[in-house]
């Protein structure tokens, strides 16, 4: 009896809890992920008047401009990967460095708001597919076939491996990247040659204050920072990157500089290629518009096509994402344990992604069906936009506090900090004089689909538009009623 004991304690000991799979992805591929979870066409087509409005069509170097505190916010989370990659990221960084119920707070901000956010997403779905084939059908049932099957699609593919979602996410974004990057090059060319009915480049559109001095500087910046969200999806999965103390932070920072690029050159291509009244007046899929404008029915529907694919792969990037924020959370028992298992076949935390994936496909049908819940939902959108800004800036304020011996060391890495803490709040500042307050709907009764669909992909992405305020309040924990998880997490933080 003993012998056998001791056999069945040596065989348990020898099978290990699976794990993510290692060095699965490179730094391309992340990049990718990164870039993927930002949505270019998409989110472009959403802000492409809202920001040549705002800023007296001198948006070029308002985000030329902007790339720099968000290169800085990047390279605060490089530093934060080097000191602890983990798939928890912000929920580990806080709850180490300053507090662990902080930082058990923080990992329930960072999943609220990102199944919230992919939901929003979700509901991109249907139109911007049924836009490929020339249709506007607003049916709900054929949204919510197109939603379902799109959602089921990417999260099998979530579960089935890292890799595949990486081959995939490369695969769309070459297609996507490719129509974007050369519809805008061919509106430059359209502007340059002054073609009847563009609006012609002036000096005034490379200055800061825009055509006769109109443009606003604080309400273009607020617009720019929506338009750059989304590019910390790199390090989310850094336990399957190699280097993963390294490549992840590498990432987000070539993330954030290649969106520069694409998102300048859009925007300076697409804005003149029609006048400024068109533009306006086809704000809600402004980017399917100029492209007919540019070539005709067949570039519509390559933009179209280009669009689509963004949502698409922003959803797949949501499920992922959310499933491994959950993964990182469930280690640290912050969240039921059986959400921390990894599948030995797969190598993904698929019970994660399966109830992720669930979770968000049910609330998408709740929304489309019960249409009491709209605004509603709404105003919840807008509460996940101030959990995301809380969880920024708690993250920069454990960057801070984890290498604050360091900021006295050189004089550069002070400078770096002063930056850094100054880009911060800007950074965070908000984005309801956006595109957001352009195209919400009304309060009772249902929206458009055009404004139902340009409020949603607005709202949804949570480190874009989720910026809408920098002031947020935290209440603090009752004595003597500490939740029982989170004196598991801290207990284990301590460790």
């Given at each position: 009896?003993?012998?056998?004991?001791?056999?069945?304690?040596?065989?348990?000991?020898?099978?290990?809890?699976a794990r993510l799979e290692p060095d699965a992805i490179g730094v391309?591929?992340?990049?990718?992920?990164?870039?993927?979870?930002?949505?270019?066409?998409?989110?472009?087509?959403?802000?492409?008047?809202?920001?040549?409005?705002?800023?007296?069509?001198?948006?070029?170097?308002?985000?030329?401009?902007?790339?720099?505190?968000?290169?800085?916010?990047?390279?605060?989370?490089?530093?934060?990967?080097?000191?602890?990659?983990?798939?928890?990221?912000?929920?580990?960084?806080?709850?180490?460095?300053?507090?662990?119920?902080?930082?058990?707070?923080?990992?329930?901000?960072?999943?609220?708001?990102?199944?919230?956010g992919t939901v929003a997403e979700i509901l991109l779905l249907g139109?911007?597919?049924?836009?490929?084939?020339?249709?506007?059908?607003?049916?709900?049932?054929?949204?919510?076939?197109?939603?379902?099957?799109?959602?089921?699609?990417?999260?099998?593919?979530?579960?089935?491996?890292?890799?595949?979602?990486?081959?995939?996410?490369?695969?769309?974004?070459?297609?996507?990247?490719?129509?974007?990057?050369?519809?805008?090059?061919?509106?430059?060319?359209?502007?340059?040659?002054?073609?009847?009915?563009?609006?012609?480049?002036?000096?005034?559109?490379?200055?800061?204050?825009?055509?006769?001095?109109?443009?606003?500087?604080?309400?273009?910046?607020?617009?720019?920072?929506?338009?750059?969200?989304?590019?910390?999806?790199?390090?989310?999965?850094?336990?399957?990157?190699?280097?993963?103390?390294?490549?992840?932070?590498?990432?987000?920072?070539?993330?954030?500089?290649?969106?520069?690029?694409?998102?300048?050159?859009?925007?300076?291509?697409?804005?003149?290629?029609?006048?400024?009244?068109?533009?306006?007046a086809n704000s809600a899929n402004a980017l399917v518009y100029v492209?007919?404008?540019?070539?005709?029915?067949?570039?519509?529907?390559?933009?179209?096509?280009?669009?689509?694919?963004?949502?698409?792969?922003?959803?797949?990037?949501?499920?992922?994402?959310?499933?491994?924020?959950?993964?990182?959370?469930?280690?640290?028992?912050?969240?039921?344990?059986?959400?921390?298992?990894?599948?030995?076949?797969?190598?993904?935390?698929?019970?994660?992604?399966?109830?992720?994936?669930?979770?968000?496909?049910?609330?998408?049908?709740?929304?489309?069906?019960?249409?009491?819940?709209?605004?509603?939902?709404?105003?919840?959108?807008?509460?996940?936009?101030?959990?995301?800004?809380?969880?920024?800036?708690?993250?920069?304020?454990?960057?801070?506090?984890?290498?604050?011996?360091?900021?006295?060391?050189?004089?550069?890495?002070?400078?770096?900090?002063?930056?850094?803490?100054?880009?911060?709040?800007?950074?965070?500042?908000?984005?309801?004089?956006?595109?957001?307050?352009?195209?919400?709907?009304?309060?009772?009764?249902?929206?458009?689909?055009?404004?139902?669909?340009?409020?949603?992909?607005?709202?949804?992405?949570?480190?874009?538009?989720?910026?809408?305020?920098?002031?947020?309040?935290?209440?603090?924990?009752?004595?003597?009623?500490?939740?029982?998880?989170?004196?598991?997490?801290?207990?284990?933080?301590?460790?």
């Amino acid at each position: 009896m003993t012998d056998q004991s001791a056999t069945a304690l040596s065989g348990a000991a020898t099978s290990p809890a699976a794990r993510l799979e290692p060095d699965a992805i490179g730094v391309a591929q992340d990049t990718v992920i990164g870039m993927a979870s930002s949505a270019p066409a998409a989110t472009i087509g959403l802000s492409l008047f809202a920001l040549a409005a705002a800023t007296g069509y001198a948006s070029g170097p308002i985000l030329l401009l902007t790339a720099i505190p968000m290169l800085i916010i990047a390279n605060a989370y490089r530093r934060c990967n080097m000191w602890n990659a983990n798939c928890g990221a912000s929920f580990e960084w806080v709850g180490r460095a300053i507090n662990p119920y902080l930082g058990f707070l923080t990992g329930w901000f960072m999943v609220v708001a990102y199944i919230i956010g992919t939901v929003a997403e979700i509901l991109l779905l249907g139109p911007s597919v049924l836009a490929v084939f020339g249709s506007t059908s607003t049916n709900t049932w054929g949204w919510i076939a197109i939603g379902s099957a799109v959602g089921v699609v990417m999260l099998i593919i979530s579960v089935v491996g890292i890799r595949i979602t990486a081959r995939a996410q490369v695969s769309m974004a070459l297609v996507e990247y490719l129509i974007l990057i050369g519809l805008a090059i061919a509106g430059l060319v359209f502007v340059l040659g002054h073609h009847h009915g563009s609006y012609p480049i002036t000096k005034a559109w490379f200055s800061l204050h825009g055509i006769g001095g109109k443009g606003s500087l604080a309400a273009g910046f607020l617009v720019a920072v929506f338009v750059y969200g989304g590019w910390d999806g790199t390090l989310y999965v850094n336990e399957e990157v190699k280097h993963r103390r390294v490549n992840p932070g590498r990432a987000a920072i070539i993330a954030v500089a290649l969106l520069a690029i694409i998102y300048t050159l859009a925007q300076v291509g697409f804005q003149g290629v029609v006048s400024p009244a068109k533009l306006q007046a086809n704000s809600a899929n402004a980017l399917v518009y100029v492209a007919q404008a540019l070539g005709g029915g067949f570039w519509a529907k390559m933009m179209a096509l280009s669009i689509a694919l963004s949502v698409i792969a922003t959803t797949g990037t949501g499920i992922v994402l959310s499933a491994r924020i959950a993964y990182g959370m469930a280690s640290y028992r912050a969240l039921p344990g059986f959400l921390g298992n990894v599948s030995r076949r797969f190598k993904t935390p698929a019970v994660a992604s399966v109830v992720v994936g669930v979770l968000l496909i049910g609330i998408f049908w709740i929304y489309m069906l019960a249409t009491s819940v709209q605004n509603a939902f709404y105003d919840v959108i807008d509460v996940t936009g101030l959990l995301f800004a809380i969880f920024y800036v708690l993250t920069a304020l454990a960057t801070i506090v984890y290498y604050r011996r360091r900021v006295v060391s050189s004089a550069w890495d002070f400078l770096i900090s002063a930056c850094f803490r100054s880009a911060r709040p800007a950074s965070s500042a908000g984005c309801s004089c956006g595109p957001c307050s352009q195209h919400r709907p009304r309060r009772g009764g249902r929206s458009s689909a055009s404004s139902r669909w340009a409020w949603s992909s607005c709202s949804s992405r949570g480190s874009s538009c989720t910026r809408r305020s920098s002031r947020f309040g935290a209440r603090a924990t009752p004595k003597g009623r500490r939740p029982a998880a989170a004196s598991t997490v801290a207990s284990r933080f301590r460790r």
